[in-house]
Structure formats: structure tokens, C-alpha cells
């Protein structure tokens, strides 16, 4: 199966799967998308989400961030780990959005990239979900992972597996691909054993359709380098 085909089989049967699938970070405006965002590296939405509602309460908008007493800051997010560096960079792109953007949160991906703090895979979340502009794919370890045991990508770099994404799926789809693997890879296609037994995409889609759990664990013993 040509990899065009197999990434519209893909999204139609994930669609039909997940009907549901959105950003799971809680946001009511780009700001609080971008901020939520910032603080999800090396956590999880759920911690996330447990966080921001009484830093938003407290910091409102970029204005409030940006002048808010750094310690204060870390405090609040502390839970969500690498508190000091996430500090820094949600009130340095608060800062630069006030300065540069006069308190709204730019619109292009160059302009969202010129923020601290923002890389990618960042601008792709807050542009796709906040604006509804397809501009990338958001490819994080759930995505990264699911493209290349299903075969959508060789590649184990997000730029590169980006780019084939892009190039396989229609640019409409690009946002709701992401939340639709990652719902796949939360609960069916896991890092350790997947449970191929419960995938909607089946045999004839993936090429690591395996749901005999001791073929599988074979298998990837084979896959592991020696020495």
C-alpha cells in the first residue's frame, strides 16, 4: 500500500474512531493556549491543567504575566517541573507580546517563533487551535512514535516526520491528525504494548499490526540492538 493511501485510510477510520479528539489543554484564548502550552514540555496536560486556572486567575493577560514578581511565577507552576525555565519563558514571550505585539498573541508562524520560550512544535498547537491555521503538524512523542510503527514515516526526527505528514495528508486535516494519533497513542497504541487487539486501523493499514502480545514482545526483542 502506497503511503498516500494508507495515511486516507488512516484518517478516515481514526475519525470514526475518535469523533471527540481537541486539545486537551484548557484554554479560553490564544494567550492561555500558548502559556498552557509552554508548560506542557516534560509534563502532562493533566498537570497542566490542574495549573492554569489560578495562574490565569491571577495573570489574566500578557500585561499581568509580564509584570507579575518572578517568584511568585515559579511558585505557581512548580508542579509542572523545570519551574525556573518555564518562568522565564512564559514571561519573556508576555513581555514580547506586549512590547512588539501591543498584547495579542501574532497570528504567523515567523512572528510566534520570535517569542522566548516558543519552538515548532509550539507555534503549530496555538495556530491550529487558536486561530484555525494549518501551518504544520504538531508532532510530539505519541505522534512521532504512531507514524513510524504505522509506516507514515522512516524518519525519527519531528522536522522530518513533519514534513512527511504534510506531505501524505490533506492540509485541512493537519491539526485534527495530531489530536486524533495522540488519542491512538494514549490509549491503544502505547509506547510499551500496544494493544493492537482494540486499533481501529487493523492489519491491512499498519504495518505493526501485531495482537498476539508474545509475537509482539518477540519481535521487538529481535528489533533491539546488541551489545
Not at 525519527?156 to 491539526?175: C, N, Q, S, Y
Request: with cysteine.
Amino acid at each position: 500500500m502506497r503511503r498516500a493511501e494508507r495515511a486516507a485510510i488512516v484518517l478516515e477510520r481514526l475519525r470514526a474512531a475518535y469523533p471527540e479528539a481537541h486539545c486537551a489543554l484548557r484554554h479560553r484564548n490564544p494567550f492561555e493556549l500558548l502559556v498552557a502550552t509552554i508548560l506542557s514540555a516534560q509534563c502532562t496536560d493533566v498537570r497542566v491543567n490542574l495549573v492554569t486556572p489560578e495562574l490565569f486567575e491571577r495573570f489574566p493577560d500578557p500585561a499581568a504575566l509580564a509584570g507579575a514578581e518572578r517568584t511568585e511565577v515559579e511558585a505557581l507552576i512548580r508542579s509542572t517541573g523545570f519551574y525556573r525555565n518555564k518562568a522565564k519563558s512564559i514571561q519573556g514571550a508576555a513581555a514580547w507580546i506586549v512590547a512588539v505585539y501591543g498584547g495579542e498573541v501574532p497570528r504567523t508562524m515567523n512572528d510566534l517563533l520570535s517569542l522566548p520560550g516558543v519552538a515548532r512544535k509550539t507555534a503549530n498547537v496555538v495556530l491550529g487551535n487558536a486561530f484555525g491555521i494549518n501551518e504544520g503538524i504538531v508532532v510530539d512523542t505519541h505522534v512521532g512514535r504512531l507514524s513510524g510503527r504505522i509506516g507514515l514515516s522512516r524518519r525519527t526526527d519531528p522536522p522530518g516526520i513533519e514534513r512527511d505528514l504534510m506531505k501524505v495528508f490533506p492540509r485541512g486535516a493537519w491539526t485534527d491528525l495530531s489530536h486524533l494519533l495522540i488519542d491512538l497513542g494514549r490509549g491503544v497504541c502505547v509506547a510499551r504494548r500496544p494493544r493492537c487487539e482494540k486499533c481501529p486501523l487493523g492489519v491491512e493499514v499498519c504495518r505493526s499490526f501485531e495482537p498476539d502480545r508474545e509475537k509482539w514482545k518477540a519481535r521487538e526483542k529481535r528489533r533491539r540492538p546488541r551489545g
